[in-house]
Each structure stands twice: as C-alpha cells, then as structure tokens.
C-alpha cells in the first residue's frame, strides 16, 4: 500500500472515530504549542493529559486524537480533534486559559467536517518516532 493510500485510511479512520464513538461528530481543532522546548511525544503527552483531566474535572467527558509534529526547531507541537459534552464556549474558554497560563500558545476553532483538519492532522502520522498519535480517552 503506497504512502497515499495508508495516509487516506488513516484519515478516514481520524474522521470517522467521533461518529462511531460518541454518535456526534468532534467539537473542537485544537493546535497547541509550547513557551519552552518539547523533543519527545511522551512528554507532549503528559501535558494534553493535564487539559484533558482538567476538563474532566468540570465533569465534562472528552474523546478524539492527539497528534505531535516536529517544527522546523525540531521541538514539537501537538494537533487535537477533541470531541467532549461540554458546552462550546465554555471549553473554548476552558482550554485557552488553562493552556496559555499553563504552557504557551493556542489556537481553538469549531470542528467542521468537511473543513479539512482530519486530513491535516493525518499528514504525518508514523513519518517518523515523535510523529505519533494518541486517543484523547485515553490520555490520564
């Protein structure tokens, strides 16, 4: 299987998880980034975790992708597809504060299906060791 096709299966799957999970589609594309340098995946991981718990913390349940991709610096960056119940503009609020006040940058936007994201996001899965996705359920 070419790099194309794996690329569009691992879309189609990025795409699809919400829906067959949660019976709704994603709610928010989250690109996060960080006020001091991140080199490896497992380490991003620790920080989504602490936003995921925080917004299960508010009694909110969360699900979706996390995905890390190097910059140009070689440090990383992370891309979400989070879907969760709680109200739009709340979590909008909820994750910008938390992340900026805790670890640098971010940008939140409403999921829109056919916006492109889950195709942008799956760009670079498995291009290399700290191009790596995980579920958001998951995340502790």
């Not at 380490?43 to 909110?60: F, W």
């Not at 979706?64 to 990383?76: A, Q, T, Y």
């Not at 195709?119 to 191009?131: D, P, V």
Request: some cysteine; glycine content about 8%; charged content about 25%.
């Amino acid at each position: 299987m070419g790099l194309r096709e794996y690329n569009t299966e691992w879309y189609k799957w990025v795409r699809d998880y919400s829906l067959i999970h949660f019976n709704e589609d994603y709610k928010f594309c989250i690109d996060l980034t960080y006020r001091f340098n991140v080199f490896k995946h497992h380490t991003a991981m620790k920080y989504v975790a602490n936003l995921m718990n925080r917004i299960r913390s508010n009694g909110y349940r969360v699900g979706g992708f996390m995905v890390s991709e190097r910059h140009l610096k070689n440090d990383l960056h992370n891309h979400l597809l989070l879907w969760s119940d709680i109200p739009t503009n709340e979590g909008k609020e909820l994750i910008q504060n938390f992340w900026y006040n805790s670890y640098g940058n971010v940008l939140v936007r409403e999921y829109v299906r056919d916006g492109g994201y889950d195709i942008y996001i799956s760009k670079f899965l498995n291009g290399g060791s700290e191009n790596q996705f995980e579920l958001l359920d998951n995340l502790e």
